[in-house]
């Protein structure tokens, strides 16, 4: 398959564990965050997102959590599936013109399920 | 589901060739994007734009250019392919400030 980023920070994790994937961002002023997942060879796909005035938010299988103090997010993804291996990556706003939010990325975590 | 389809999955051309990469979507986003992708530097962006013939230079825009006439489509026109433009690239969609929808990609080698 396709590599998105060579060199990636990996967390092994075994089937069925719950996994914890950080970042830390960069503007203390971003308002929004969002992560993403990306498996090999396919787009970006939107997981999950929270704004600056919540500390956590929750989806399906999978947590968010903020922490401006630090400024640190956290994926937290329960009972980690085959299918959950892939690269993810946090996005924060930078900056808006008009509507549209300039996302920074960052390079991302790739997390490999073993059986 | 918010669908975003991008017109190839692998081009290649040649130096000098002018290229197109088209973006469609269809959940009537104001915005679009383009990005570049490469190993050990992550998504980097090109133009975007917030409307109908609206653009904006995004963080990496020589020797890139964009065309948006209708909402649905976002053009990236590489007016001169070169070797160091050889990437993956990627469009994406969103409905105001909320979080960015992408396609699947579409692979560009320049040779």
């Known amino acids: 398959g396709e590599s998105v980023g060579l060199h990636l920070p990996t967390l092994s994790v075994q089937e069925g564990d719950n996994s914890i994937i950080n970042c830390a961002y960069s503007?203390?002023?971003?308002?929004?965050f969002i992560w993403y997942k990306q498996e090999s060879g396919k787009g970006p796909q939107f997981i999950i997102d929270i704004r600056s005035n919540m500390d956590k938010r929750q989806g399906q299988r999978v947590t968010v959590l903020l922490n401006k103090t630090v400024k640190h997010l956290s994926l937290q993804i329960a009972a980690t599936q085959p299918g959950d291996s892939a690269v993810y990556f946090c996005a924060e706003n930078k900056a808006r013109t008009g509507t549209a939010s300039k996302l920074t990325f960052g390079t991302g975590t790739r997390l490999q399920v073993t059986l | 589901d918010v669908k975003v389809t991008q017109s190839s999955r692998y081009l290649v051309k040649r130096t000098g060739e002018k290229v197109f990469l088209e973006c469609v979507q269809d959940m009537d986003h104001e915005n679009m994007f383009w990005y570049r992708q490469d190993p050990g530097l992550g998504l980097r962006l090109i133009y975007f734009?917030?409307?109908?013939?609206?653009?904006e230079k995004g963080d990496i825009p020589e020797g890139y250019s964009v065309s948006r006439e209708k909402k649905e489509r976002f053009s990236l026109i590489l007016e001169s392919a070169s070797t160091n433009q050889t990437s993956m690239y990627l469009c994406?969609?969103?409905?105001?400030?909320?979080?960015?929808?992408f396609g699947p990609g579409t692979r560009l080698t320049v040779t």
């Open positions: 503007n203390s002023a971003s308002d929004y």
């Open positions: 994406a969609s969103s409905f105001r400030d909320l979080g960015q929808y």
């Open positions: 734009s917030y409307d109908v013939k609206m653009k």
